[in-house]
């Protein structure tokens, strides 16, 4: 599985920047998918996760309310919304996607991941 994230880049805070993510094959025909990051120093943190129709999502604590993620029924592409941006959204951010049908949070859910895009914010 081959994943290729974009949509990164620059933005002044209180921008918006919407992020994809498209699996070029999949493991099966149910997979759920998520977005982590990583910023300089930091561990990586989970973001937000989505189950393979869509139906279920769950999102970190803080970007609850600014971030959507979106997908089609069992579509290889998923979308990541990010409104409202702080600085301290500035990191890296990585597209993952599980064998599973929902991984939720957990990082050891997912099993294959992307490069990474981008995201700054400045102040």
């Known amino acids: 599985v081959q994943l290729q994230a974009c949509g990164g880049g620059l933005v002044q805070a209180g921008g918006a920047l919407n992020l994809s993510c498209t699996a070029t094959?999949?493991?099966?025909?149910?997979?759920?998918m998520g977005w982590f990051r990583q910023a300089p120093g930091k561990e990586r943190e989970f973001v937000v996760s989505?189950?393979?129709?869509?139906?279920?999502?769950a999102y970190a604590d803080n970007v609850q309310g600014r971030f959507t993620i979106s997908r089609e029924f069992a579509s290889s592409t998923v979308y990541l919304q990010m409104n409202s941006l702080k600085p301290e959204d500035t990191a890296v951010y990585y597209c993952?996607?599980?064998?599973?049908?929902?991984?939720?949070?957990?990082?050891?859910?997912?099993?294959?991941w992307g490069q990474g895009t981008l995201v700054t914010v400045s102040s």
């Open positions: 094959s999949r493991p099966s025909s149910n997979n759920g």
């Open positions: 993952a996607v599980s064998r599973g049908w929902y991984p939720g949070r957990k990082v050891t859910n997912y099993h294959y």
């Open positions: 989505i189950s393979y129709n869509g139906g279920r999502t």
